[in-house]
């Protein structure tokens, strides 16, 4: 069985031992949390909140760090977009999302209900995080406001991944 909380403890003492790695992981987990086919495997979010405590703990630069994370969640969600552009429907018969077409269809909605703005409200929903840029390719939106939403997004969903753990390590401590 999987456990996600030795996954956390392994994962906040490797970056413990090795900080110079810390932002490549992140940026690596936010890439992962915001690809369509690999967000479903991979349990980023509780990561990247350990690893903000982890900023505040040790005393990590925030900068690059957040940097690697905007910078990996950007690239997770162009090539999901590039993914549904390129293949179409086809890209819904895509493992993992043949498991799940309720997902990819709730995801397909809510594109259709917010428009550009389901690109950047998506990233905050876990569910529809990584499709919603997949439906965006599938659907043909445009390129520039899909990046622009894109990587806005991307800016803030990472400081929202990282500061929480830094702020309550910072208030637990005083």
Known sequence: MFDVSSLVTATTEF?????????????ALA?????ALVSF????????????ALIEASGLPLGP???????????GDAISYWIGFHYKDRARGFWPLSR???MVEKAE????????????????FGPVRAVVPL???ILA???????????????????AMLAPGAAMLKLMGQ
Do not use: C, K, Y
Request: charged share 10%; hydrophobic share 65%.
């Open 15 to 27: 970056v413990r031992a090795n900080e110079s790695w810390a932002p490549v992981l992140v940026f």
């Open 31 to 35: 890439f992962g949390e915001s690809i």
């Open 41 to 52: 495997l991979i349990p980023a979010t509780v990561l990247l909140l350990a690893i903000g």
């Open 65 to 75: 760090i957040w940097l690697a994370a905007t910078v990996g969640a950007t690239l």
């Open 100 to 102: 799940r077409p309720d």
């Open 109 to 124: 909605v809510f594109f259709h209900r917010f428009g550009v703005w389901s690109v950047a409200i998506g990233r905050f």
């Open 135 to 137: 439906i965006a390719g």
């Open 141 to 159: 939106m445009r390129q520039i406001p899909f990046q622009v939403a894109n990587v806005a997004s991307a800016a803030l969903w990472a400081f």
